[in-house]
């Protein structure tokens, strides 16, 4: 992934604080630099509210950021994936998610190298769930499910549990 740095200006621009030299209405990609020298760059940020440099899109390396956007980038630079947080899946490499449903989750599929979504699978730590009840009294008698089961007993005592299940 790149993280390209365009010099607007008809000079070198210099960014002291990174040690780097950017000639006069060239790119510069900052990939190889230090991400928290990035993100860390006072000289950086002065040379876009100069409006002497800007950051193009990571996302397609071409579309240049507004200078809000690019300070953002800039102190985002630890972050994998700019502007990701808060985008759309399909924007990773890594992501297949044409169509999402309600309660799948991500699942690597190593045939492909994707995350797919998928139906949850397996579990993982405890099956009870407790439902707040309380009494005619007012007291607090919790309701346990079970493994998937609601305790139901039939007027005669005898226990007929139902069976919670995903809609």
Same mark, same amino acid.
């Given at each position: 992934?790149? /993280?390209?740095?365009? *010099? ?6 210099? $960014?002291?604080? $990174? ?11 900052? @990939?190889?630099?230090?991400? =928290? &020298?990035? #993100?860390?760059? +006072?000289?950086?940020? &002065? ?9 193009? &899109? ?11 956007? =690019?300070?953002? @980038?800039? !102190? =985002? #630079? *630890?972050? +994998?994936? /700019? ?6 899946? &399909? ?7 044409? %169509? ?10 190593? @045939?492909? *190298? !994707? ?5 949850? %699978?397996?579990?993982?730590? %405890? +099956?009870?769930?407790? /439902?707040? /009840?309380?009494? #005619? ?17 039939? %007027? ?5 549990? $139902?069976?919670? !299940? $995903?809609?």
């Amino acid at each position: 992934m790149s /993280f390209i740095l365009k *010099n607007l200006s008809v000079s070198d621009v210099e $960014i002291g604080d $990174i040690g780097i030299s950017i000639p006069a209405g060239e790119n510069y990609d900052l @990939a190889d630099e230090s991400a =928290s &020298d990035v #993100a860390h760059s +006072t000289d950086l940020v &002065d040379a876009v509210t100069l409006g002497v440099v800007i950051i193009l &899109d990571p996302l397609d390396d071409v579309t240049p950021l507004t200078q809000s956007q =690019s300070i953002d @980038a800039i !102190q =985002s #630079a *630890n972050d +994998t994936h /700019f502007r990701i947080r808060g985008g759309e899946l &399909d924007q990773l490499d890594d992501v297949s998610v044409p %169509s999402p449903l309600d309660t799948y989750v991500l699942t690597y599929v190593t @045939a492909n *190298n !994707q995350w797919e979504s998928k139906p949850p %699978s397996g579990g993982g730590g %405890s +099956t009870n769930t407790c /439902f707040p /009840f309380y009494k #005619a009294d007012g007291t607090y008698d919790p309701i346990t499910v079970t493994s998937g089961q609601f305790p139901f007993f039939k %007027s005669d005592g005898t226990q007929d549990n $139902i069976i919670i !299940q $995903i809609c």
